[in-house]
């Protein structure tokens, strides 16, 4: 199975979404039908997401500004509160009743679920209450997929002591496909994909991605999301995938993993 229409690979795979915030906005019908094709195609699905529009707003109704960092937001004392309420409360139990009403039975996670996500504070200093992801409890993620149940896990860690910690969802989406053993991370975009010369790229490398941002081919905001997804091949994913709604869109891989 793979994103790309022009393909037509059979066997059934293990398969991380990353939604960012801004895509929740405006989750569209289609997605929620190729899911559910996906998921009829025997594939295992983790949802994975943000929520940064919502935090946003959130803050500034608190009087808080938001700052980020090197791609991270740094999160106070007082925000830390803000954000995990936004992300567990609110965006979290919207994406679960949005594919519970699409005929996806689904459950919300978070960090302190199961001890999903043990963290430690990854630099206080500098970014406040983020965390740096010790460990993952797969064997829960495991069970709910064995149930053919998807697990819906928003971006908040949580410390030994019960402390909770802030996690960048590009971050939690790797570490939760490292750790499940995904064949693909597929990051959610406003975009379909790469567009060289005005065409969508179906299957492109690392290098060929480097040179097309160094000839000015790839540019603005796409830039973040294909070192993104290139740390996360980096790191051991297989193939990463950046894709629209449609669930279509442009395969990332280093040469031969798709042979």
């Known amino acids: ?21 801004s895509m929740l906005e405006r989750i569209s019908d289609e ?7 996906m998921r009829n195609e025997g594939n295992e699905i983790i949802i994975v997401h943000g929520g940064g529009p919502f935090i946003n707003e959130a ?103 019960g402390h909770s910690l802030n996690i960048n969802a590009d971050t939690v989406a790797s570490f939760i496909a ?22 969508i790229q179906q299957i492109v490398s690392p290098e060929q991605v480097a040179n097309w941002i160094e000839d000015g081919d790839i540019y603005g905001g796409m830039i973040p999301k294909v070192n993104a997804a290139i740390a996360c091949l980096d790191a051991g994913v297989p193939t990463v995938q950046v894709v629209d709604q449609y669930l279509t869109g442009t395969i990332i891989a280093y040469e031969g993993v798709l042979n």
């Open 1 to 21: 199975m793979t994103t790309s229409k022009s393909m037509h690979h059979t066997e059934h795979k293990r398969i991380v979404i990353k939604l960012g915030g």
């Open 31 to 37: 997605f929620f039908t190729n899911f559910n094709e």
């Open 59 to 161: 803050l500034k109704e608190n009087g808080i500004e938001s700052k980020i960092d090197n791609g991270i937001r740094v999160t106070c004392e007082k925000s830390i509160s803000i954000v995990k309420q936004v992300l567990i409360g609110d965006v979290n139990t919207s994406l679960v009743h949005q594919l519970n009403q699409n005929g996806i039975e689904a459950i919300g996670l978070n960090g302190f679920d199961g001890k999903l996500l043990e963290c430690s504070i990854l630099d206080e200093k500098r970014y406040g209450f983020v965390g740096d992801i010790q460990s993952v409890n797969k064997t829960m993620i495991e069970k709910l997929l064995a149930a053919n149940i998807v697990p819906v896990i928003t971006c908040i860690g949580s410390t030994n002591d």
């Open 178 to 199: 490292l750790a499940i053993g995904a064949d693909s991370l597929l990051l959610v975009t406003d975009t379909p994909g790469i567009k060289i010369n005005s065409k």
